[in-house]
């Protein structure tokens, strides 16, 4: 059986750096808020090229935190892609804003930079591009309408770590949300997430919010929020942070292996000169999305959707996403993703090439 994902393989070569550094933790007897996460915030903020990390429990608190930051006034409207996980749009919702749903591009799964423009109102506050199975959003386009239209941008950074647009780090352009969940390319063994920012004013913000609104103990100047980023998940994703750039060339590398043999009936990712994509996800398209899925698993080839249901219809928004979206459906109807994990051996991607090759349709 080729596994789609296998964490405990992923982690292997780490185990003994791991156990060193949690020894390291434990012994200390400091486990919130201490030096393995100021280390980890400075180390990855580095990477981000950005002047600030923040240091957070979850990817969807990075979201929550970031939008509750921005003191936008009541009916404020932010722009979302229509194909986005639910937590992007989940993080607007808790914050009592309407999230204006505008349709992806078919050929990168990004947001489309054409279609914005049109849902601008008075009432928007910001544009959320979400840079999603790793490749990064059209970024100009973005950045030129939250200049004209005087609007925040808040990027959705959980699957694109290390992604570049144009040369530039994502997470760098607006303000950066990040998860690192274990699946994460930067993964940690639990729930984690990181704000970057160049704004100290705003990273004071976030500083206090993650910590009940307080800036000195015991002293609350907001309301805020228990988001802090333990001491233990800090200390572990510094270890992998230092082989990431490993992790990202070896899943390129395996995504070169689809994109030169995969057969050209399977709809492959766009590749281009301007997005260096660190490949969170392969996903490929085709129209008999199931079958071919079954087929796979009958021939031990585990797969995953991401995502099988467009957020739009999800019981959850009944009634707050309205409006038809054919193309986010299209996407969310077709789109399989193929292991491609740091554990994967590139033998095992051409076995896979193989049987999908000889998938008939």
Not at 113 to 120: F, G, H, R, S, V
Not at 155 to 172: F, M, V, W
Not at 263 to 287: A, E, G, S
Request: glycine share 6%; proline share 4%.
């Amino acid at each position: 059986m080729i596994e789609y994902e296998n964490l405990g393989k992923v982690n292997e070569k780490l185990f003994a750096k791991y156990q060193e550094k949690f020894d390291e933790i434990l012994k200390s007897g400091w486990y919130i808020l201490g030096k393995n996460v100021s280390d980890f915030e400075k180390d990855f903020a580095a990477f981000c090229t950005t002047d600030y990390c923040i240091g957070l429990a979850s990817g969807l608190d990075a979201l929550v935190l970031a939008i509750d930051a921005l003191d936008f006034p009541e009916n404020s409207e932010i722009i979302v892609p229509s194909n986005t996980y639910i937590a992007t749009i989940l993080a607007i919702l808790r914050n009592g804003f309407k999230p204006v749903l505008v349709e992806p591009d078919i050929r990168t799964y990004n947001i489309d930079p054409a279609k914005i423009e049109a849902k601008i109102t008075a009432n928007t506050k910001a544009i959320l591009p979400v840079h999603l199975y790793g490749k990064s959003c059209d970024m100009d386009p973005v950045m030129a309408f939250a200049k004209k239209y005087q609007l925040e941008v808040i990027e959705d950074c959980a699957q694109a770590h290390g992604a570049l647009y144009k040369g530039r780090k994502i997470g760098s352009f607006g303000i950066g949300c990040f998860s690192f969940y274990p699946t994460k390319n930067l993964g940690a063994l639990g729930d984690a997430g990181a704000i970057t920012t160049n704004s100290k004013d705003f990273a004071d913000k976030i500083y206090s919010l993650r910590n009940y609104g307080s800036s000195k103990k015991y002293y609350n100047d907001r309301i805020g929020y228990n988001s802090r980023l333990d001491e233990i998940q800090a200390g572990l994703l510094s270890v992998k942070l230092e082989v990431l750039d490993d992790i990202t060339n070896h899943k390129r590398a395996l995504a070169a292996c689809y994109h030169a043999h995969l057969d050209d009936r399977f709809i492959k990712p766009v590749v281009d000169q301007d997005h260096f994509d660190v490949y969170h996800i392969y996903n490929i398209r085709h129209h008999k999305r199931d079958e071919l899925r079954a087929y796979l698993l009958e021939n031990e080839i585990k797969t995953e959707i991401h995502y099988p249901l467009a957020p739009h219809k999800q019981k959850a928004m009944a009634g707050i996403l309205d409006g038809d979206y054919p193309i986010s459906e299209e996407i969310h109807e077709t789109t399989l993703s193929l292991p491609i994990s740091y554990f994967h051996a590139e033998e095992e991607i051409i076995r896979v090439i193989e049987i999908i090759n000889e998938f008939k349709n």
